[in-house]
């Protein structure tokens, strides 16, 4: 698990308000235990999926950092193809990792 979270910070500011451009999160060769593959369907936003998968809408930034995914509305472009959706118990270390940064 070491070096599977990289928080990028600006130089003065260990805080930021998008997440998606401070923190990302090595899923090349990760072991697929690690995470669950989710086809995206008409009408998922990264909220619904978050909801689904964590029980609130408020972690929709781990699902886009671990997709490299910038812009959060682009999923409607997205129907149809595959994401990967971290399963809780790491969504709780990238947790850790940016509360401790």
């Known amino acids: 698990m070491a070096n599977l979270f990289k928080l990028e910070t600006d130089g003065d500011s260990r805080y930021f308000y998008d ?13 697929p235990k690690f995470y669950v593959k989710y086809n995206i369907k008409s009408g998922d936003s990264f ?13 929709w930034w781990v699902i886009a950092v671990a997709n ?6 682009v999923i409607s472009e997205m129907v149809g193809e ?5 399963k809780a ?4 270390q990238v947790l850790d990792e940016v509360e401790s940064a």
């Open 19 to 31: 997440y998606t451009d401070a923190i990302h999160i090595e899923t090349d060769g990760m072991d």
């Open 47 to 59: 909220y619904s999926i978050a909801r689904a998968f964590y029980d609130t809408y408020k972690l």
């Open 68 to 73: 490299d995914i910038d812009d959060p509305f």
């Open 82 to 86: 595959e994401i990967l959706v971290l």
């Open 89 to 92: 118990y790491i969504v709780s």
